[in-house]
């Protein structure tokens, strides 16, 4: 199954990303897409809620994976028997922090629209990216 997204790479460590990645409060800040989030049940995975998007959108998800300071995923179905599945991942090497983002699209028919909409779906993943390292380098956390 095809990942499409990208990664950037920060100053700020892993800790001070996790602390704003995981604070969905925050999204809306550095996410140009993002307004806002209704979550129930705090950044654990299992626990659901609404992203709402700047163009009117409210996208139901599920969090998954989620494991603290290194990543979490996740997951939505915005086409019949579709899931979008985001990837999101921290890592460190070298003194240096990445800050990375993928879009799996699963299901019946994962493998048709994940080619054709998984490079239009991660067509922003840097920006906000860089936004999210940005906050990080300049947090007080």
């Avoid at 299992?46 to 009117?56: C, D, H, I, K, L």
Wanted: aromatic content about 8%.
């Amino acid at each position: 199954m095809a990942e499409y997204g990208t990664s950037v790479e920060t100053t700020a460590s892993p800790d001070k990303v996790w602390k704003i990645w995981s604070d969905m409060s925050t999204w809306g800040e550095w996410n140009p897409n993002v307004s806002t989030m209704d979550w129930q049940g705090g950044f654990q995975s299992g626990t659901t809620g609404v992203m709402n998007t700047r163009a009117g959108q409210h996208h139901k998800m599920k969090l998954l994976d989620v494991m603290p300071g290194r990543g979490f995923a996740l997951e939505t179905s915005v086409v019949p028997l579709t899931t979008f599945r985001f990837n999101c991942r921290i890592g460190s090497a070298g003194g240096k922090t990445t800050v990375g983002q993928w879009v799996e699209v699963k299901g019946p028919l994962g493998p048709v629209l994940g080619g054709m909409m998984g490079p239009q779906v991660s067509k922003e993943f840097g920006t906000l990216l860089t936004n999210l390292a940005k906050q990080a380098e300049s947090s007080q956390l």
